[in-house]
């Protein structure tokens, strides 16, 4: 057994017994969106860290999730897991469609463009009121269940969030160790080489854009499966769109495990930041700017160089991608 | 013997200026053929527009029958055509391995959904793949290096190493902008016979460089251009001595 796999495994251990440890609900809830937010991050990473294309959007694919299961339960009566699924199918969609004109356009203009497009999406939820219930948002939304065992309580949802986290993360860094994660961090160094060593550049892009907006979507259900409540104030807008940013660039652009331990710091520091209101946007610009000026590679880029220097004098200048055992 | 490509009139304006003008040439297959010309006299463009980086203002460019201009630049490196660039273009952050596992891309059939589950046939394919990507690592005298950051490697290296991820597109020609660029005397004097192995192997080069020994020793043929132009074309010994060509260089009118 590698060691990569060992750490895969004590972490999902640690996960497990965590809720022992911490049995006030307001902990457990706080964990519960820690692994919510890794998800959406899992999948902005792919797009940014290894793509190196930049998404100010991200809160609109979480909306589609978790408006898509809140309609589609509540007003259609669908069963949860269809409605999660429909959703996740229709982000995809919607994903490809707005993808193939915007991914044309490359930094600060793909950047503009998805932020444009996840202000429509928030200025949808607010005016389409029949369907989405405006300010007010939608409530009573059913929680998942499986026969007759329900995801309605904290320690439960627990479980059910880090087993899909846990799932993604395997995904994703089986992805970034294939052929495509190759040639994702080809492209995201010259596009020009990649496309002549015969990716297609734009059909990738495309692919991974589609891909990161399907985890945000499954964050977005998951969301809304648990809390039964949402409206477009609480994590719909552009304030979410930066915090998921914020959670790549500081856990670790292109590391996975930064991926979780962005999520974790950001989340944390949300609840913490709660008293300030609104200002809490601007807390966490100034995190970003410190986060890239002090430290370029993440939390975790910083603690692996931390770790080595202890071991070694020379410290190397960048960690390799983390790798995780398939499953 | 057919030709792997064939320029026809090609010209390519920038802003007024034609930076190729008419250009007509052919490359056989198996051959060497150089692209030489003083500065700015269109040899780069040449090479991005037969490799699709930008698209041409008239004229048609062939490999084998199959007209390649129009098509974006991954389907013409799927028709066989590699390239290497001016200023050495390398994944820097990867492996050396990885690089030219990247030049292996379209050899590989899985998309992202069998990579998301890695399934036993993709890790079957993904062995194959090391292995053609370590052959052409051995080829060109890397696979030592094999799992050194690309960034880490010498210039030298870094040139060696795109000509490497050239061959695993398994091309039937191969772009070579300026290879000698940068390098020692040694190094060259190396890649020349590098050069004249892989033509060996059955592939055919078009070499843009403006280091003459080596062009003059393992080319078959030279293509000269001056402002857009081609003012010449023969054997090297030939091409040498041409009137024009000479003023092209000397700067006389």
Known sequence: MNRRLLGFLLFAVLLALLPLAFSNPYYQSIFIFIGINAIVALGLNLLMGYAGQISLGHAAFHAMGAYGSAILTTTYHLNPWLAVAASLVMAVIIAYVMGIPTLKLSGHYLAIATLGFGMIVHIVLVQWVSMTGGTSGITSIPPLSLGSFRFDTDIRFYYLVWACCLLLMVISTNIVNSRMGRSLRAIHSSEAAASTCGVNVPRLKLGVFVLSAAYASLAGSLYAHYVTFISPEARFGFPFSIQAVVMVVLGGLGNIWGSLLGSGVVTALGELLRPMGDYDVAAFGLILMLAIVFLPQGVAGGLARLSLRRRTPAPPSAPSPQEVPHG | ?253
């Open chain 2, 1 to 253: 013997m057919a030709d792997v490509l064939t320029l026809v009139q090609v010209r390519k304006v920038f802003g007024g200026l034609a930076a190729v003008d008419g250009v007509s040439f052919a490359v056989a297959e198996r051959e060497i053929k150089a692209l030489i010309g003083p500065n700015g006299a269109g040899k780069t463009t040449v090479f991005n527009l037969i490799s699709g980086m930008l698209p041409l203002n008239a004229g048609r460019i062939e490999s084998l029958g199959v007209r390649l201009n129009g098509r974006p630049p991954h389907l013409i490196s799927a028709h066989g055509i590699a390239r290497t660039f001016q200023n050495v273009q390398v994944f820097a952050h990867m492996s050396v391995l990885e690089n030219v596992l990247v030049g292996c891309h379209r050899h590989g059939r899985h998309g992202m959904l069998a990579a998301a589950v890695r399934t036993r046939r993709l890790r079957a394919e993904e062995q194959a793949l090391r292995a053609a990507a370590l052959e052409a690592l051995s080829f060109v005298g890397l696979a030592e290096q094999a799992e050194a950051e690309a960034s880490s490697l010498p210039f030298g290296n870094q040139r060696l190493l795109e000509i490497a991820r050239a061959l695993a597109t398994r091309p039937r020609l191969i772009l070579l902008d300026e290879p000698a660029a940068g390098l020692n005397t040694h190094e060259t004097v190396q890649l020349g016979e590098l050069l004249t192995r892989i033509r060996a192997s059955g592939i055919a080069l078009l070499l843009v460089d403006h280091d003459m020994d080596l062009v003059m020793d393992i080319s078959d043929e030279v293509v000269v251009l001056d402002h857009g132009e081609k003012i010449a074309q023969g054997p090297p010994r030939q091409v040498q001595q041409d009137p024009q060509v000479l003023a092209a260089y000397l700067g006389e009118n």
